[in-house]
């Protein structure tokens, strides 16, 4: 199963929680083992099932290499509570999960957790009157009137203007939305909100809506790393690493001591100087005239 990255929206720790158990079940290599001079079949070892979630956390782009082995063993000790995985003898929840030799199984049920739903309508028929059916408690013999035999004509014209004309049903299918609609959803959105927030009743003055590239808000609201900043599709154009170091110690500043910097008088102008020389030889600049009016508007 190739894992993809799961971008914002509704329901994203569940799609989280539900990749990576699929990824676990899938990966983790099940073989006999022995407790107490008896074998279990396709089980597998604590120790072996933290090597495995750890390696598959780390190269899975939703989480990164970042991830410690006391966190992939945290996180099994909440697929054991929520039975994920059963300990060999079939108990989870209340026990203990450690990064030891204790066996573990799957078990046979679906893990995974549902999606949130909405209400559906009750689908009760409604139930018709039988017009030829007496009422509780009276008989017919009793009620002084002439039975009338009713055809179909003669119950459409008692009960048209009751029931009104009613269409036929018609199945609608949901037209299935492109690469195309989607990206341009995004912009209809992202433009409607920065409108919103700049009070204006339109765009015109501050920016040519024509210029701005649906394809890159997609990429901006979907490839973003932990850590908040978007990861460029060619990697080999990503910022250096001690740029990066050098952009947050100074947005922080001056409470940046855990990041054990020098915190010497005039140190903060250094770091600025650095940052400003690094982007001043770069070919194109940060900011193009065509959204310059926008960001002065926003910031300003």
Known sequence: MEPGLVGPGPYRATRLWNEIIELFRAGMPLRKHRCRFKSYERC???SEAV??????LGSN???GPEVTRNQTVKLLKKFLKNHVIEDIKGRWGKEDFQD???LYRFPPSSPLKPYPKKPSCGKEVIKFPDWNEPKAGTSQEHIPVKSVTMNSEMWYKRHSIAIGEVPACKLVFRRELTQTNIEEIWKSMTLSRLQKVLGLDSLDEVLDTKLVNSKHIVQNAYNVNKQGIVTLEDRSKELPHWILSAMKCLA?????????QP?????ERDVFKTIVDYFGQMKEPLLT????????SVLG
């Open 100 to 102: 030891d030799g204790h």
């Open 263 to 267: 915190t010497y008088s005039g140190f």
């Open 44 to 46: 597998f070892k604590a």
């Open 51 to 56: 090597d495995c979630l750890h390696e598959l």
């Open 61 to 63: 782009q939703n989480f």
């Open 252 to 260: 922080n500043w001056p409470s940046c001591s855990d990041l054990k």
């Open 289 to 296: 005239f065509h959204f310059f009016d926008v960001f002065v």
